[in-house]
């Protein structure tokens, strides 16, 4: 195994891997020899392995003291997630910035805690895929701490990850933040606003559920535009982006029989699913939400009303 410092180059059998992440395993940058520096040469401190996932909610024990380049909008909540973590480094993708520049907001939260973090650009590097952005990512916002290591706008993806790699645990952690999950319609079918689509659970199956989290499926796999069936879904579109990554949930939802949409990014702040109903401007639907008479420039509240409306007058019909 060689390393390189812009993108690790692996000999014989492939790194470790599972659904949706890829650990990046490298040897510190520290002379060779066996066991002590050779003459004339500094040892130098081990650096952080580089985790790539599709999500930030897909990782676990293992992100701790890494650098985790991961396909989640850079917003407070994914940050929040991170920061449980104790990652070392953070990299997320900016989800086109969007209203109140939600898509970034996690990187001054993380600066708070002394944790490096940057985004890449959402027309760089697909949204929910963090192998595409370590490919072609090219980054467009940095904190300060990620800065000083080196990391700056418009540099690949990879090579930030590598300066990143010298950040040190800060041996601090986030507060607890509340669940973002909050009932908006008790009357049968329920309605329910949800900052992460990670949230959605058993007992939101047939109900309407209203996320913050972007609608890019994760690694491009259809079974993970959402993990119950729910009666329809809304998502937020992170400015749509390069190969319309921010929508790709869409025609799979479509396929499993689910209506669904994207609210505009300018119009409903990323991970925050109460902006994303009260805010939110539709930009896209699928088939089978148009057949319910939902459109691009509807506002998410008539989303909500005319799926739950259509239910209810279809479970009297039955």
């Known amino acids: 195994m060689e390393f390189s410092l ?42 952080a392995p580089i985790l790539t996932a599709d999500s930030i909610t897909r990782v676990g024990s293992e992100a701790a003291g890494a650098v985790v380049v991961n396909g ?17 480094a953070a990299i997320f993708n900016d989800a086109g910035v969007g209203r109140d520049q939600a898509g970034i907001g996690g990187l001054d939260y993380l600066e708070g805690f002394g944790v490096p973090a940057a985004a890449v650009g959402y027309d760089t590097a697909r949204i929910g895929d963090g192998a595409d952005m370590m490919a072609r990512g090219l980054v467009t ?46 009357a049968q079918p329920a309605a329910w606003a949800l ?27 259809p079974e993970t535009a959402l993990k119950y069936d729910a009666l329809a879904a809304l998502f937020n579109d992170a400015g749509i982006g390069i190969d319309e990554a921010g929508v790709s949930r869409l025609p799979a939802l479509g396929a499993r029989g689910i209506a669904a949409g994207t609210v505009a990014a300018a119009s409903a702040r990323i991970g925050d699913a109460r902006s994303s109903y009260e805010d939110g401007i539709l930009s896209r639907v699928n088939p089978h939400a148009a057949a319910l008479g939902i459109a691009p420039g509807m506002t998410a509240r008539e989303f909500v009303a005319l799926t739950c409306r259509v239910a209810a007058e279809r479970g009297r019909r039955a």
């Open 6 to 47: 812009s993108f690790p180059v692996w000999q014989g059998k492939q790194p470790p891997q599972r659904a949706g992440f890829l650990l990046v395993l490298h040897p510190p940058l520290s002379a060779k020899s066996s066991g002590r520096p050779s003459p004339g040469r500094n040892l130098l401190p081990d650096l």
């Open 72 to 88: 989640s909008h850079g917003g407070i909540y994914a940050a929040y997630l991170a920061g449980k973590l104790r990652v070392a």
């Open 141 to 186: 916002y940095a904190n300060e701490s990620a800065r000083a290591l080196g990391c700056r706008p418009g540099m690949a993806c990879r090579d930030a990850a590598a300066w990143l790699r010298r950040a040190g645990p800060t041996g601090r952690e986030p507060p607890p933040e509340r669940e973002g999950a909050f009932l908006l319609v008790t």
């Open 195 to 221: 900052d992460s689509a990670s949230l959605v659970g058993a007992e939101h199956v047939g109900t309407v559920v209203v996320t913050g989290s972007h609608g890019g499926l994760l690694g491009g796999r």
